[in-house]
């Protein structure tokens, strides 16, 4: 079995995204990850994206290549990268988390996609809550911090 290749990297939006257009960002992002079967998840806070990405090594090369190169963004920074044994986002071409709750239209995006499921049915947290914290994906926890601090 081939391991996995996964990517974290952090930037910062040019320009504030609003609910709408984090929004269809999700919706184009899950379209283009499941052709290439890659999964993940997306965080946004206060103008700043971070993204854990997993899949065959050549496909998180090449969307780290074109994330470099994505005028939406500026700053962007690898933090972690690597190969794991299997995928923490399962199931799911784009998870998304949207930790700026600063209106409603913002927390109602976020619910809307958190409720989503994953193609097995499990949603977000139950995949979250199936994992003990001593056990989490690197790259997960790294994640989850940001969520925590930013």
């Not at 269809?24 to 997306?42: D, F, M």
């Not at 470099?68 to 700053?75: E, Q, S, V």
């Amino acid at each position: 079995m081939s391991r996995i290749a996964y990517l974290v990297y952090a930037s910062t939006a040019t320009e504030p995204f609003t609910s709408n257009a984090l929004f269809h960002l999700l919706k184009r992002s899950r379209v283009a990850n499941e052709k290439r079967n890659v999964t993940g998840a997306l965080l946004y806070k206060n103008g700043v994206f971070v993204q854990l990405l997993e899949g065959a090594a050549e496909d998180i090369e090449d969307l780290r290549e074109k994330i470099y190169r994505d005028p939406r963004h500026t700053g962007v920074v690898t933090l972690m990268r690597g190969f794991a044994d299997d995928r923490v986002f399962k199931g799911w071409t784009m998870h998304f988390i949207v930790a700026d709750g600063r209106d409603a239209q913002t927390r109602d995006a976020n619910y809307r996609c958190l409720r989503g499921t994953a193609e097995d049915g499990t949603t977000a947290q139950d995949d979250l809550r199936a994992v003990p914290s001593d056990e989490l994906h690197p790259g997960l926890r790294l994640l989850l911090t940001f969520r925590q601090v930013m």
